[in-house]
């Protein structure tokens, strides 16, 4: 864009230059050929009021817009006297087809480039000793060529024009349509950690609460235990909403690693639901960079929230492997097993497989699931290792 403006800009000044060298060049060849007597006086004093106006009105350009016309017809007035007085002036109507194409309307352009034109071949006419076709036709041909060059540059000019606005709107719609999508991400984070964080520790308070109520009157110590527990469970969810709230990771993370993480909620979730979820690491432990750490406990915590509401099992197993280039999380049940094919088309216990599946594509990781009615569920979960590092090393 810079470059078509640039030079756009660069044809105007050697139009305007090319208007003063043909200005100077006819005045010489007059002065040469009649000497400073004669009709010369009024030729230099109407070359000067030429040469004057028309460098006034090139450096106002910008300033004086409404009076462009009435400068332009200055110009010309002045530029018909010089040509009757003295025909070799003629061809300083090149640069002046330019500037007609620059600052009049379309028809008035026509009209005033086919007045230039006449007026151009009429004072070869005058000069020439016979008549010779190119008298007529060289003055036409190169008018020709000035306008349809000038009006080009113009269409040029708009399309251009067009082009910068349609890109500027796409810009705006661009930034819209990031915003939006930025929203939507958000809120599928959030929708992410209430359905696997907050859910979870939601179903086991709940659990909790309902097994002391049951206990109430005839073991009160038990009961208490119940209480006290879902009042510690209720702690760690208001830390859960605080730090997910704040793009944060999970704050059962900062005093302790994945691995004792996993096996603390194995135990909180078996002493809520009252079924047994053992817990068991595969392979050597090496630190996992926090955003591995954050999604697999999130996908664990969903997946064992599914475990308590709908499979009805007896026994859960969660198992967490180290292997040299990704880490797998398998979570097993004993439980009534489902279909995943229809459960995803149903929208019922699908949503929370889908969670897990966004989960993964952040982490460039990867699921299988296998479960029929009756059989129990398997889930299982490959993250890649952003580093394998020495155990104390922070990756």
């Given at each position: 864009?810079?470059?078509?403006?640039?030079?756009?800009?660069?044809?105007?000044?050697?139009?305007?230059?090319?208007?003063?060298l043909?200005?100077?060049?006819?005045?010489?060849?007059?002065?040469?050929?009649?000497?400073?007597?004669?009709?010369?006086?009024?030729?230099?004093?109407?070359?000067?009021?030429?040469?004057?106006v028309?460098a006034?009105?090139?450096?106002?350009?910008?300033?004086?817009?409404?009076?462009?016309?009435?400068?332009?017809?200055t110009?010309?007035?002045i530029?018909?006297?010089?040509?009757v007085?003295a025909?070799s002036?003629a061809?300083?109507?090149?640069?002046?087809?330019?500037?007609?194409?620059?600052?009049?309307?379309?028809r008035?352009?026509?009209?005033?480039?086919?007045?230039?034109?006449?007026?151009?071949?009429?004072?070869?006419?005058r000069?020439?000793?016979?008549?010779?076709?190119?008298?007529?036709?060289?003055?036409?041909?190169?008018a020709?060529?000035?306008?349809?060059?000038?009006?080009?540059?113009?269409?040029?000019?708009?399309?251009?024009?067009?082009?910068?606005?349609?890109?500027l709107?796409?810009?705006?719609?661009?930034?819209?349509s990031?915003?939006?999508a930025g929203?939507m991400?958000?809120?599928?984070r959030l929708?992410?950690?209430?359905?696997?964080a907050l859910?979870?520790?939601?179903?086991?308070?709940?659990?909790?609460?309902?097994?002391a109520?049951?206990?109430w009157d005839?073991?009160?110590?038990?009961?208490?235990?119940?209480?006290?527990?879902?009042?510690?469970a209720?702690?760690?969810t208001?830390?859960?909403?605080?730090?997910?709230?704040?793009?944060?990771?999970?704050?059962?993370l900062?005093?302790?690693?994945?691995g004792?993480?996993?096996?603390?909620?194995?135990?909180?979730?078996?002493?809520?639901?009252m079924?047994?979820?053992r817990?068991?690491?595969?392979?050597?432990?090496?630190?996992l960079?926090?955003?591995v750490e954050?999604?697999?406990?999130?996908?664990?915590?969903g997946?064992l929230?599914?475990v308590?509401?709908?499979?009805?099992?007896?026994?859960?197993?969660v198992?967490?492997?180290y292997l040299?280039?990704?880490?797998?999380l398998?979570i097993?049940?004993?439980?009534?097993?489902?279909?995943p094919?229809?459960?995803r088309?149903?929208?019922?216990r699908g949503?929370?497989?889908?969670?897990?599946?966004?989960?993964?594509?952040?982490?460039?990781g990867?699921m299988?699931i296998?479960s029929?009615?009756?059989?129990?569920?398997?889930?299982?979960?490959?993250?890649?290792?952003?580093?394998?590092?020495?155990?104390?090393e922070?990756?």
């Amino acid at each position: 864009m810079k470059a078509h403006f640039g030079a756009a800009t660069r044809l105007n000044a050697a139009m305007h230059a090319g208007f003063f060298l043909l200005l100077a060049a006819s005045v010489a060849r007059f002065v040469a050929a009649h000497g400073l007597s004669g009709a010369t006086p009024l030729i230099l004093a109407l070359t000067g009021a030429l040469a004057l106006v028309y460098a006034a009105g090139v450096l106002s350009w910008a300033v004086l817009e409404r009076w462009r016309p009435v400068w332009l017809a200055t110009v010309i007035a002045i530029w018909l006297a010089l040509v009757v007085v003295a025909p070799s002036f003629a061809w300083c109507a090149v640069p002046l087809f330019f500037v007609c194409l620059q600052v009049l309307r379309p028809r008035i352009v026509v009209v005033v480039v086919v007045l230039l034109t006449v007026a151009t071949i009429l004072a070869q006419l005058r000069i020439a000793t016979e008549f010779d076709p190119s008298i007529v036709l060289a003055p036409i041909a190169v008018a020709l060529m000035a306008t349809m060059t000038f009006l080009q540059l113009h269409r040029d000019r708009f399309r251009l024009g067009e082009a910068v606005k349609q890109l500027l709107g796409a810009r705006v719609d661009l930034a819209q349509s990031q915003r939006l999508a930025g929203m939507m991400h958000e809120r599928e984070r959030l929708a992410r950690e209430i359905h696997d964080a907050l859910a979870q520790s939601l179903s086991s308070m709940r659990m909790l609460l309902q097994a002391a109520q049951r206990s109430w009157d005839t073991d009160p110590e038990l009961a208490k235990g119940y209480v006290s527990r879902a009042v510690d469970a209720a702690g760690d969810t208001l830390d859960e909403a605080r730090r997910f709230v704040k793009g944060l990771g999970s704050p059962r993370l900062d005093a302790t690693d994945l691995g004792e993480t996993l096996k603390d909620l194995a135990e909180q979730i078996g002493f809520a639901a009252m079924h047994a979820v053992r817990f068991e690491i595969s392979g050597d432990p090496y630190p996992l960079a926090p955003q591995v750490e954050a999604g697999l406990l999130r996908i664990a915590q969903g997946a064992l929230a599914n475990v308590t509401e709908h499979a009805g099992a007896r026994e859960a197993a969660v198992t967490l492997t180290y292997l040299a280039d990704k880490v797998v999380l398998d979570i097993r049940d004993d439980g009534v097993g489902f279909d995943p094919a229809a459960a995803r088309a149903s929208g019922d216990r699908g949503n929370g497989l889908r969670m897990i599946s966004e989960r993964l594509a952040e982490l460039g990781g990867e699921m299988v699931i296998e479960s029929e009615p009756g059989e129990g569920t398997a889930l299982a979960v490959a993250v890649p290792t952003v580093s394998a590092m020495p155990a104390g090393e922070v990756p």
